[in-house]
């Protein structure tokens, strides 16, 4: 894809917000300007600064400040950021549009609950909130797709056990990685024991949809926004463009037998029930949209498996059974009970999709690892904080990956105390490091390329900024 882009430079007035008072915000005008220009996109002072002040504050939560200048370290970010997404552009990498809508919500809804209200929201940012939703969706899908094209470059980079051990011993015992306090333990879940009359309630409101759209009494849009729980929905269920292999395999054989106007049967895929609507096909591309609908509980279904669980919880603890031999008994988690119920990190490698098979899988966990996959961990880690070793938890209600609702108790099994990493006993963290280290290389000599062949122009005043790569001065 070629385009001609025109580019124009200039200072823009704009009016920001500065800081609380006790009593009010007040406002104050201040000349913002573009600093850089990236092919055919810019970056705003403002963009940086409150970038920087992002950078800030994310540091000082993990406990450290960078020794470079937050603004300098800002731009070069938002630099490569740009640089990513105008390669995307021109590659025709694609993202799930959907997933960035549902981020969006997410994240508005999170700002009205602090705010009270939408009004209250509209009044801080100063602006309507459809304006803020789509100023924040130009963001999100900034972000997307340089995250999608970077991924497109260095996702499929491996890593094979001989790299492995060239990386450490190679590498400067004094650099050595000291790894942090980490966590072994085990898990016991269960499904509500009603799931399958919940399914049978969540199939039989989509075939009352299906028959409504398909005798003309209602349109699938209308149904999408008031029913569907994807993030389509406020969209009518309607997804971008997209190849069948972007969709989950039950999803996309239902989609490819479609003829455009037709609406499939219910669909069963990890994350739902759905109902399907081609509406229309061009080349490799599929043009659909969905009703997206998962099972729901009562609140006494819920708290039935929780019951269970405290009773098994209460046997384990005096004696009666032992956690493998009651994981192996009552866990409805298939990848856990086999093996004494301990977690490992396999299921979040493969969701995140860098398992490749040759990888090892690790059962040691720090803090920080409870947030991949997704935060669905994080109730996992504020129940493990309560425990010493060999004790179990209470039971709790959490989500799976999949959005399902699950209830379960934890045992810490073990706490691995602050080291300096060895090949022996940290090979997954090590080996982490060297795919990182071959990864970056690999983008970086990319990237070097790409900086040469874009147009980019950085402000004058910004040029004698400190940045890693020397290579954006040109």
């Known amino acids: 894809m070629i385009r001609k882009i025109v580019l124009s430079i200039a200072a823009i007035a704009i009016i920001l917000v500065s800081g609380n008072s006790v009593s009010a915000q007040r406002r104050q005008v201040m000349l913002d300007k573009v600093v850089a220009v990236v092919g055919g996109s810019s970056i705003l002072y403002s963009e940086v600064r409150e970038y920087a002040d992002a950078l800030v504050a994310q540091q000082r939560q993990m406990g450290y400040t960078s020794e470079r200048d937050p603004m300098h370290e800002a731009l070069e970010a938002l630099l490569e950021q740009k640089l990513l997404y105008n390669q995307a552009l021109l590659d025709s990498v694609e993202i799930n549009k959907s997933e960035v809508t549902t981020r969006i919500e997410a994240y508005l809804q999170t700002l009205i609950e602090e705010a009270g209200s939408i009004q209250e929201l509209e009044t801080r940012q100063h602006m309507p909130i459809f304006n803020y939703r789509e100023m924040l969706r130009a963001r999100y899908e900034e972000q997307a ?34 790894i942090g306090e980490q966590y072994v333990y085990a898990q016991i879940t269960k499904f509500p024991a009603s799931m399958q009359e919940a399914k049978q309630r969540t199939k039989e409101r989509l075939l009352d949809m299906r028959q409504r759209i398909v005798t003309g009494e209602t349109k699938f849009s209308v149904l999408a926004r008031m029913y569907s729980v994807d993030g389509s929905a406020m969209y009518g269920g309607e997804m971008q463009p997209a190849p069948s292999s972007m969709y989950v395999r039950p999803f996309a054989e ?8 037709q609406v499939s049967e219910i669909v069963e895929t990890e994350f739902g029930f759905h109902i399907i609507e081609l509406i229309d096909k061009r080349g490799e591309l599929y043009h659909c949209r969905h009703i997206l609908l998962r099972p729901t509980f009562t609140h006494e279904e819920l708290l039935q498996p929780a019951r269970e669980l405290d009773s098994i919880a209460r046997l384990i603890r005096c004696d009666s059974i032992s956690f493998s031999d009651a994981a192996l008994r009552f866990s409805d988690d298939a990848s856990t009970k086999m093996n004494g119920g301990i977690v490992s990190n396999h299921d979040i490698l493969t969701r995140m999709g860098v398992y490749d098979g040759a990888r090892q899988t690790a059962t040691r966990f720090l803090k920080e690892d409870f947030g991949m996959d997704g935060g669905k961990a994080l109730e996992d880690y504020n129940a493990l904080m309560r425990l010493k070793v060999g004790e179990v938890s209470d039971s709790f209600q959490t989500m799976d990956y999949k959005g399902n609702y699950i209830s379960k108790i934890v045992m810490l099994v073990e706490i691995i105390p602050p080291h300096i990493a060895s090949l022996k006993d940290d090979y997954v963290r090590l080996e982490e490091m060297a795919l990182m280290q071959k990864r970056e290389k690999i983008f970086k000599e990319w990237l070097d390329k790409k900086i040469e062949s874009m147009y980019i122009y950085i402000d004058p005043e910004c040029r004698t900024w400190e940045f890693k790569n020397k290579k954006w001065i040109k």
């Open 145 to 178: 797709y340089a995250q999608a094209m970077q991924m497109d470059l260095v996702g499929k980079v491996t890593i094979v056990p001989g790299e492995v051990e060239r990386f450490y011993r190679n590498i400067d015992k004094d650099s050595l990685p000291m």
């Open 254 to 261: 239902a989609l490819e037998k479609l003829k455009p106007g």
